[in-house]
């Protein structure tokens, strides 16, 4: 029969050794141990406090990230030919009603025309469209119209769902 001081000791030792495994401590004296996951657990908010640093200078360099902290993939390609336009792919990791009225509203904003999309809101929010520039809305300046002022619009559309939205 095993004593009740080998009972309460053997999930305190169990424990030791995980935190000796999760720290990589070569050390075997519980002090040791506890000192090293110490300093291992004092490195990793370091290493979090280098990140934030790291995420706030990113988000001054670039304007577009620090008005739109909402996460989210957003490709704009020029289409050529005939029907001149921009073929547009918007992912978010979280469902987000509502949103595709905020974005077919920049659509209509921007003179473009949706010829075909595809869509999923469930569980996150997918958006691949193709659009030409609307001929009823056309002035020489309009045909030409710059991706990155689609993908702004789409930024944009998206911060003021955002704001709606909370």
């Known amino acids: 029969m095993v004593s009740k001081q080998v009972q ?44 934030n640093q790291e995420t706030v200078a990113a988000a001054a360099q670039n304007p577009t990230t620090a008005q739109n902290p909402f996460p ?7 289409r050529e030919g005939d029907q001149a336009g921009f073929q ?9 009603s509502g949103l595709l009225v905020f974005v077919l509203e ?6 473009l025309d949706v010829l075909q999309a595809r869509v999923s809101c469930s569980g996150n929010f997918l958006l691949e469209a193709v659009t030409t520039i609307n001929n009823d809305n056309q002035n020489g300046d309009d045909h030409h119209k710059d991706a990155e002022v689609v993908r702004e619009a789409m930024l944009q559309a998206i911060q003021s769902w955002n704001e709606v939205s909370q």
């Open 8 to 51: 309460k000791r053997a999930p305190v030792y169990k424990k030791l050794q995980s935190l000796r495994s999760i720290s990589n401590s070569p050390a075997h004296s519980k002090s040791s141990i506890i000192l090293d996951a110490v300093k291992y657990i004092q490195e990793l908010k370091r290493k979090i406090e280098e990140m």
């Open 72 to 78: 989210v993939q957003l490709e704009v390609e020029p």
């Open 88 to 96: 547009i792919k918007m992912f978010t990791e979280k469902s987000c």
């Open 106 to 111: 920049a659509f209509e904003e921007l003179g």
